[in-house]
C-alpha cells in the first residue's frame, strides 16, 4: 500500500476532524500518501479528491464538525455510482480506503468491498453510539457532555417555575445517549427505544414524584423511543391526564452534532486513526476498529454492521433509583 483515501460519511461527529487528522499523520509517519475524499462516497463518485500532508491537517484536532464534509450518497446506492467512484481511485492510484462513518457508511464500504475487493477500514463515527464491536463511538461523549449542559440550564427554569420539562434527545434508533445524559443530568424518567415504559407507569411515574415532594421533573425522550406519542402529543396527554402540572417541550436537535469535540473524543480518534491505517498496511482489510475495554481491537465490518450494540441493563437499574 503507497497510499490511502480517506473520508467521513453520514452525520458527523465531534472527534472526526481528530480521526481524520490521525489517519493523515500516520500515513506520513509510515511514509505513504494520504488522500482526502470531500463528501464522503458522492465526492468519490465526483473524483473530489485531494492530497493531504501532515501540515493539511493541522488545527483541526479541537474543531467539530468534519473538514472533509460529510453527504449520505443516494448515487453510492448504484452499482454505476459505485463503478464511477473505483474508476476514480484507480485514478488517483489509492490503493486502501479508510471510512470513519456510521452503520450505513459501513454497509456501502462492504457492498464496494463485495464488488471491487478495495481494501477498506472502518471508524466508528456517530453521536449514537449503536455501533457493534466498540464501546464508544467518536462523538458520543461529547454529545453527552453538550446534552447534560443542556439540561442543566433548562432544569433551571424547570425550577423556577415548578415544570416538567420533556426534553427529546437524538439516537436515531438507539436510546444511549438518552440514558447516559438522562442519569448525568438527573431525569426522572427516561424514555428510550430499547425499552418501552408505556403511558401508564409514565402517568404514575409523575404522580409519585409530585406525592413525594418534587416540584420540577425532567423527562428526557429518545427520538426513536416506542411509546407511541411524539414529544408534542406526550405534553397534551400529560397536561390532560394530570393537570397539577405545568408541562414545556424541549427538542434539542442538532446542537448534538456540533461543537469542539471533549478530550475522550480526541483521544479515542486519534488511536483508531493509528490503529485504522496500520492494520491496512498489515494487509488486513473489512474490519472495523474500536474500543473494547481499554484496548482498541478489530471486529469484522460485517459484524459490526449486524450486530447490535446493547444498552447497559445496570444503568436501567440505577436511573431507576435515582429518581425515587
Ligand atoms: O446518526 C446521527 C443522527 O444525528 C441521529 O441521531 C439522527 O436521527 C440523524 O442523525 C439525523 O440526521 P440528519 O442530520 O440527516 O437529519
Known amino acids: 500500500i503507497k497510499r490511502i483515501g480517506v473520508l467521513t460519511s453520514g452525520g458527523d461527529a465531534p472527534g472526526m476532524n481528530a480521526a481524520i487528522r490521525s489517519v493523515v499523520r500516520t500515513c506520513a509517519y509510515h511514509k505513504i500518501e494520504c488522500m482526502g475524499i470531500y463528501r464522503g462516497f458522492q465526492g468519490m463518485i465526483e473524483g473530489d479528491i485531494l492530497e493531504m500532508g501532515p501540515r493539511a491537517v493541522k488545527n483541526i484536532v479541537n474543531k467539530g464538525g ?73 462523538g458520543y461523549d461529547t454529545a453527552l457532555n453538550t446534552v447534560v449542559e443542556a439540561i442543566d440550564k433548562i432544569r433551571d427554569t424547570a425550577n423556577s417555575h415548578n415544570r416538567l420539562f420533556f426534553v427529546e434527545v437524538m439516537g436515531r434508533d438507539a436510546g444511549h445517549i438518552a440514558l447516559n445524559a438522562g442519569i448525568g443530568a438527573g431525569a426522572e424518567e427516561i424514555l428510550i427505544p430499547e425499552e418501552d415504559l408505556g403511558l401508564e407507569r409514565l402517568l404514575e411515574s409523575l404522580k409519585k414524584s409530585k406525592a413525594s415532594g418534587k416540584t420540577s421533573s425532567i423527562v428526557v425522550v429518545s427520538e426513536g423511543d416506542k411509546i407511541g406519542k411524539n414529544v408534542f402529543e406526550l405534553k397534551d396527554y400529560v397536561e390532560e391526564n394530570l393537570p397539577e402540572y405545568e408541562v414545556r417541550v424541549s427538542v434539542l436537535g442538532h446542537i448534538q ?23 491496512l498496511l498489515e494487509g488486513k482489510t473489512n474490519f472495523m476498529v474500536g474500543i473494547q475495554g481499554d484496548k482498541i481491537e478489530l471486529t469484522p465490518l460485517e459484524q459490526a454492521v449486524k450486530g447490535k450494540s446493547k444498552i447497559d441493563e445496570e444503568l436501567l437499574r440505577v436511573s431507576d433509583i435515582m429518581s425515587t
Open 66 to 138: 468534519t473538514v472533509l464534509k460529510s453527504a449520505r450518497s443516494k448515487d453510492f446506492m448504484n452499482p454505476e455510482g459505485r463503478q464511477r467512484a473505483y474508476q476514480n481511485l484507480k485514478k488517483y492510484e489509492i490503493d486502501a480506503l479508510v471510512i470513519i462513518g456510521g452503520d450505513g457508511s459501513f454497509t456501502g464500504g462492504l457492498v464496494f468491498n463485495n464488488e471491487f475487493g478495495f481494501p477498506i477500514m472502518g471508524i466508528p463515527g456517530t453521536i449514537d453510539n449503536d455501533i457493534f464491536g466498540t464501546k464508544y463511538t467518536l
Open 257 to 279: 452534532r456540533g461543537g469542539s469535540p471533549s478530550c475522550f473524543d480526541r483521544v479515542l480518534a486519534s488511536r483508531l486513526g493509528v490503529k485504522a491505517v496500520e492494520s
